[in-house]
């Protein structure tokens, strides 16, 4: 006896109005396009960090191992590693946050955009860091640094707050009280920097130990992840 062939249950989709699915649709594809041009921005702004660095010219009795290595060198390799790690985490937020927010107004792109453009700066203050931070005018460099990733985290919190406030752009199937639970969370990586950028000021050494510490923080799996 040959086994009956089932036929796809077209009812469930066949019971939605054409205009909601492809309004559906469209804002999925447009979801599509503004997480597509973040991860471009992103591309860009990892690659960017590693122009500080040049060949190096060696002097007479110069090897090149020391031209490599040396006091002027080290603060790049310091800030580079620095902010390839914060790039790279920020991203990772950035991605699961659009996990949760599954559809975008006019106000969500502008957010978005401004928080891209703070991106695609932070190779300027790693060059600036790399290139002063072993020398006297590194406490500026420091807290130009500072002062930049306060803005940019700043403004990532606030792009994940209008997305989440209310249930306004998330999904339905998205857990609110985990939401609310990561609300206070957010708020870590924008004082810390506002600290690194005081304490700049007195100890530069502190303040890279600072940034080092939000990246650990930030790299460890939180809560809202599981979703």
């Not at 006091?71 to 946050?97: C, E, M, P, R």
């Not at 130009?144 to 994940?160: D, H, P, R």
């Not at 940034?211 to 979703?227: G, K, Q, S």
Request: net charge neutral.
């Amino acid at each position: 006896m040959m086994p009956m062939q089932t036929q796809p249950d077209h009812k469930q989709n066949e019971s939605v109005p054409p205009a909601e699915r492809d309004s559906a649709s469209s804002e999925s594809a447009g979801m599509s396009r503004l997480e597509a041009f973040s991860d471009g921005v992103f591309a860009v702004a990892i690659t960017l960090l590693a122009l500080q660095f040049t060949l190096p010219t060696l002097k007479a009795n110069q090897d090149l191992a020391s031209a490599v290595f040396n006091d002027a060198t080290v603060g790049k390799y310091i800030s580079y590693i620095l902010s390839f790690a914060i790039i790279g985490i920020i991203w990772v937020n950035h991605h699961i946050t659009f996990r949760y927010i599954r559809r975008m107004n006019r106000k969500l792109i502008s957010l978005n955009i401004l928080f891209l453009m703070c991106v695609s700066f932070i190779p300027y203050p790693t060059a600036l860091l790399g290139e002063y931070i072993t020398k006297p005018d590194g406490y500026f460099a420091a807290e130009f640094y500072s002062g930049v990733m306060f803005i940019t985290s700043s403004v990532f919190y606030l792009l994940w707050m209008y997305g989440v406030r209310g249930g306004r752009l998330v999904g339905s199937d998205v857990d609110m009280e985990l939401v609310r639970s990561h609300a206070g969370r957010g708020l870590l990586a924008p004082g810390l920097y506002l600290l690194s950028f005081v304490i700049a000021f007195f100890n530069v050494g502190v303040s890279l130990a600072i940034y080092a510490l939000i990246a650990i923080l930030f790299i460890v799996p939180l809560e809202t992840d599981r979703f």
